[in-house]
């Protein structure tokens, strides 16, 4: 019950810090931009202490080698998707939003089709916005 309330508690304050921001594309970047700053740490951090719980393992009797060996084996598979989710977080928000989102500063470019013209000739589910509303047929944009 307490886990439950702390969980409820940092996703309150992580609510409420991207309540503040002016657009979902801004607050999807900057989503993305935590992202990028912490999984990555995280991540090596993982690795490290992976590393030191299976050698310290090694030097244990039979049991104990056999749970440093699990909790090694977890410290990797947690290291592995957190570097999963870095890689494949910027493209999977870009197609979500369908607009360029900056992850750290980078710019990932907006998917395919989405009428980079001056205007949308064909307006689809996918047409930018903002290219969108500089024309005046694209009726799918607010």
């Not at 907006?110 to 996918?126: D, F, L, Q, R, V």
Request: glycine share 12%; with cysteine.
């Amino acid at each position: 019950m307490r886990k439950l309330a702390i969980i409820a508690a940092l996703l309150f304050l992580a609510g409420t810090s991207f309540a503040m921001l002016d657009s979902l594309t801004s607050g999807v970047s900057q989503f993305c931009t935590g992202l990028m700053g912490i999984l990555p740490v995280a991540s090596m951090l993982m690795v490290i202490v992976g590393a030191v719980v299976y050698a310290s393992g090694q030097i244990m009797g039979a049991e104990t080698r056999a749970r440093a060996n699990v909790w090694a084996t977890a410290c990797l598979t947690g290291a592995l998707i957190g570097i999963m989710i870095v890689s494949v977080a910027p493209p999977v928000l870009t197609a979500i939003g369908a607009t360029a989102i900056s992850c750290g500063g980078s710019q990932v470019p907006p998917p395919a089709g989405c009428g980079a013209g001056p205007a949308c000739s064909a307006p689809t589910p996918h047409c930018c916005c903002a290219v969108c509303q500089a024309s005046s047929n694209c009726g799918l944009c607010p």
